[in-house]
Each structure stands twice: as structure tokens, then as C-alpha cells.
Nanobody
Framework: VQLVESGGGLVQAGGSLRLSCAAS????????IGWFRQAPGKEREGVSC????????DYQDSVKGRFTISRDVAKNTVYLQMNSLKPEDTAVYYC?????????????????WGQGTQVTVSS
């Protein structure tokens, strides 16, 4: 089971990035997939999640209306489209999979993690 993130980088405030989470060794649509982030000196926090059952989604309040999570079943990949980026969005972003089919909050529920991708938003 492997998750590989990509798409991070340096962007100016107000810009956009699209992160990808490619799954291998399992079918990603059998698991709810979450995106998390961790800024320097801060705890890892949940950003968004997509259910494997009906594609329902969940977002942290601070990213609602700016970030969109989606899934491409054929490519076994989950995406996080990030628009209107702010300096406070700067963090390492991780994707993770949980055996729950619906979205759950809480890092402890997620069993499989990617290595992370750095997102830096300059002001």
C-alpha cells in the first residue's frame, strides 16, 4: 500500500496549486482519503476528505470555498485543488487513507500515509 503526493511548490498569495495523491497497492475508492497539513511548529491538522461510498466531502472551515477535493477512479488518484492561497496555507501536505468508507476526522483513523509535499505561499 503506497500513497505518493505531488504538485506542491512555491506560489504567491492568491495563486493556485493542485496536489495529487496517487495510490498503489490498493484501490483508492475502497477507502476514504484525507488531506492533512503540518506547518512548522504546529500539529498536523485535517484539511479535507472524500468518501469512498458516495464521493461526499468534508472541509476544514479555513479552506471552505477555496479548496476542492476530487477523485479520479480510473487513475486511482485523489486531487486537492487549492485556490486563493494564503501565506497561512504554507505547510507540508499529506494524503492518507482510512479503512472507514465515510469521511472521519482525526489522524488516528488514518492507517496509510504519503511522504508529503511542501506548499509555500509567499505574501
Amino acid at each position: 500500500v503506497q500513497l505518493v503526493e505531488s504538485g506542491g511548490g512555491l506560489v504567491q498569495a492568491g495563486g493556485s496549486l493542485r496536489l495529487s495523491c496517487a495510490a498503489s497497492g490498493f484501490t483508492s475508492d475502497d477507502y476514504a482519503i484525507g488531506w492533512f497539513r503540518q506547518a512548522p511548529g504546529k500539529e498536523r491538522e485535517g484539511v479535507s476528505c472524500i468518501s469512498s461510498v458516495d464521493g461526499s466531502t468534508d472541509y476544514q472551515d479555513s479552506v471552505k470555498g477555496r479548496f476542492t477535493i476530487s477523485r479520479d477512479v480510473a487513475k486511482n488518484t485523489v486531487y486537492l485543488q487549492m485556490n486563493s492561497l494564503k501565506p497561512e496555507d504554507t505547510a507540508v501536505y499529506y494524503c492518507a487513507a482510512t479503512d472507514h468508507t465515510d469521511c472521519v476526522r482525526g489522524i488516528a483513523h488514518y492507517d496509510y500515509w504519503g511522504q508529503g509535499t511542501q506548499v509555500t505561499v509567499s505574501s
